[in-house]
């Protein structure tokens, strides 16, 4: 591809973007492999957790009780990873989907000159093969990472829900 063809600014080539994203300390976890992306996702959970536990202990309720009080805690943490995994896959998916366009919208020098640009048949050609190799890939790991997420949540809202709440009044 020349540049003196595509009049799309240089930082919004849709393979320009990927590279950004894929050299990003937050947004290459999942590109380096998913059991790092896992541990990173575990250690936001871990983080979290105390100062959860800390938030949870002005509930009279639940200071009444320990274990729900753990329980309580150890679910609501992991909503920093949920909300870390729907980070990363909007902006995948952003980046995949520009990829796998025909068209380029750009803008030339802010919001309201927005461009159209169609891709040459070698641009669209590499811009497809990286959609497919490279990021299809995580895209799957951070679907199967929210799937698990969302799973983890809910069985967690099930279990304060059926623990055997015991309160000790004054």
């Known amino acids: 591809m ?11 080539i849709p393979i320009n973007e990927y590279q950004v994203l894929s050299n990003s300390i ?3 976890w999942p590109c380096i492999g998913k059991a790092f992306f896992y541990k990173k996702l575990f250690y936001s959970w871990l983080i979290l957790m105390p100062i959860i536990t800390i938030i949870c202990t002005g509930s009279h309720q639940l200071i009444s009780s320990p274990g729900k009080l753990l329980l309580v805690s150890l679910v609501s943490s992991i909503l ?5 995994i729907i980070r990363h896959f909007l902006s995948w998916n952003y ?5 796998r366009s025909e068209k380029i919208e750009y803008e030339e020098s ?7 640009w169609e891709k040459t048949l070698e641009m669209r050609e590499k ?3 990286t959609a497919q190799h490279d990021i299809k890939p995580i895209l799957y790991i951070l679907k199967e990472s929210l799937l698990f997420t969302i799973l983890a949540l809910l069985i967690g ?9 015991i309160y000790i009044y004054d």
């Open 80 to 84: 920093l990873p949920f909300l870390l």
């Open 26 to 28: 937050f947004f290459n």
């Open 110 to 116: 802010g919001w309201y000159d927005g461009q159209i």
């Open 95 to 99: 980046i995949y989907k520009r990829l």
């Open 2 to 12: 020349t540049t003196s063809i595509c009049p799309v600014p240089k930082e919004q």
């Open 127 to 129: 811009d497809i093969l």
């Open 157 to 165: 809202f099930i279990l304060i829900d059926i623990y055997p709440s």
